[in-house]
């Protein structure tokens, strides 16, 4: 009796032995796969920038007609930002602030023939991420100098015509492209895989032509029912309050209007135009979410979207961005962590942000260190109030000059906009608080003068600043 019991007893050390070195087992295999996930878990970054996107023009930010329905969700799924502004609005020249995270008075990037510095292009977050283990990609025009910066990229598709000799549309060229690439990655190496659209910016006129748009032949008939809203600022007024330097045709915002907005017809067909090119960046950037959701790499990548500057649509009697009123400075921006544990879903962010955030923001996300030299802050750090908020902001275009774009320079802030037009000495201010169409320069009023030598006194401390 006693020997059956010790045999019992035996065999049931035996039995728990087993059993907890079948636990130690599991334990370790699930130790092992959470640090094997871990260290997997810099997330892939997948940066989609279109061109001359103005800022409400989303249907999520309550546009009265365009059709973006995947950009739409891809805002509810992540943080939609709806006080974004470029620092610069000109394609390289905020190009070169989104990938440095810096103002152009730092980067210096002042043209359209001027790339980055070998030590600078290393400090691009690009480069930051990349050696942190990732691989990059870049599929159409990065935008930033003359000499493609070839050698710095994993993948490089730059060079890709608004249409191919058998009619495929650059929108939906990028887009095949994107697939393509996406469907090579595998799981072992995180990637930061950058799309860069030209809609929604016109062809450029050829032999004394006006500049057209080119639109995907799917969308030609899109809107066609519709009667475009003509801006309150579009009125001959508006136009005729500027200066007498800026009130030129050699002014390249005047000018393009004239070619593209100047008569009832072309505004009406070019408007929709605009916003048929829209509609077709955002049937790409449907294409791309569904493959990375397909592929189960969803769960592990972070979307950026956003645009290099917003666009008049013939507000203040112009085309185009440049000086600092609000439809050329104003962007979408949306980021979505598409990993299901996430918990920023569906946040509508109201701080006032920057295209030189954009850079630090997506090395936080990815883990990986800030360099010094970037100016921008940590989005997530300022939507969870982790710091102050802005106030106001620099802003500044010196790319070209008068009468062809007269250097303007300024500080923009929620309640008021202040320019000074450096080549001429003209100031100008806007009460945007009481003026949000930015109708009435108020800058010679004698009620504003207190207001305008405070402004003034930012402005100047503020250039300092970002030096």
């Not at 991420?129 to 993948?155: E, M, N, R, S």
């Not at 595998?186 to 910016?201: G, R, V, W, Y």
């Not at 899109?222 to 030129?248: G, I, Q």
């Not at 630090?360 to 908020?389: C, E, S």
């Amino acid at each position: 009796m006693i020997k059956i019991h010790r045999e019992m007893l035996q065999k049931l050390k035996w039995r728990t032995s087993l059993l907890f070195l079948f636990l130690g087992l599991i334990m370790q295999e699930q130790a092992i796969a959470q640090a094997a996930k871990t260290a997997s878990k810099h997330p892939n970054v997948v940066f989609i920038i279109a061109d001359s996107h103005r800022g409400e023009a989303l249907g999520i930010n309550g546009h009265p007609f365009v059709q973006t329905p995947h950009l739409d969700q891809l805002a509810k799924g992540g943080i939609r930002f709806t006080n974004a502004y470029v620092t610069t609005a000109i394609c390289a020249v905020s190009r070169a602030s989104i990938l440095s995270g810096q103002h152009r008075a730092r980067h210096k990037i002042n043209d359209f023939t001027t790339g980055f510095s070998d030590e600078a292009m290393r400090n691009t977050y690009p480069m930051v991420l990349k050696k942190a283990g990732y691989k990059t990609a870049q599929i159409g025009f990065l935008g930033v100098g003359k000499t493609p910066p070839t050698q710095y990229f994993d993948h490089w598709d730059a060079q890709i015509p608004w249409m191919t000799k058998d009619g495929l549309h650059q929108t939906d060229n990028i887009a095949k492209k994107a697939l393509e690439y996406l469907d090579k990655q595998k799981s072992d190496q995180p990637f930061c895989l950058a799309l860069s659209f030209t809609a929604a910016h016109e062809v450029d006129g050829q032999n004394g032509n006006p500049a057209t748009y080119m639109v995907q032949e799917r969308y030609k008939g899109l809107y066609k029912d519709l009667k475009m809203p003509v801006p309150a600022t579009a009125a001959p007024e508006y136009w005729n309050s500027f200066p007498d330097f800026f009130r030129t045709n050699q002014n390249i915002g005047r000018g393009r209007w004239i070619g593209l907005f100047s008569t009832p017809e072309l505004f009406q067909e070019n408007v929709k135009n605009y916003y048929r090119l829209l509609t077709g960046v955002d049937e790409a950037v449907g294409k791309v979410i569904a493959k990375l959701r397909e592929s189960g790499m969803d769960e592990n990548t972070i979307v950026v979207y956003t645009s290099d500057h917003g666009f008049s649509l013939g507000e203040h009697g112009m085309m185009g961005k440049w000086y600092g009123f609000e439809k050329g400075i104003h962007v979408p921006l949306i980021i979505n962590d598409l990993r299901s544990d996430s918990k920023l879903r569906n946040v509508k962010a109201e701080q006032l942000v920057l295209n030189i955030d954009i850079a630090p923001t997506i090395l936080n996300m990815a883990g990986v260190p800030v360099p010094d030299v970037m100016q921008g802050v940590n989005l997530l750090d300022l939507i969870q109030k982790k710091q102050p908020g802005r106030k106001h902001f620099f802003y500044e275009h010196t790319v070209f000059a008068s009468p062809m774009l007269p250097k303007v320079e300024g500080l923009i802030s929620p309640d008021f906009k202040y320019f000074n037009y450096t080549e001429h000495n003209f100031e100008s201010l806007y009460d945007t608080r009481k003026d949000p169409e930015e109708k009435k320069d108020v800058a010679r009023e004698k009620r504003y003068q207190k207001k305008l030598a405070a402004v003034k006194a930012l402005y100047k401390k503020e250039k300092i600043a970002i030096r």
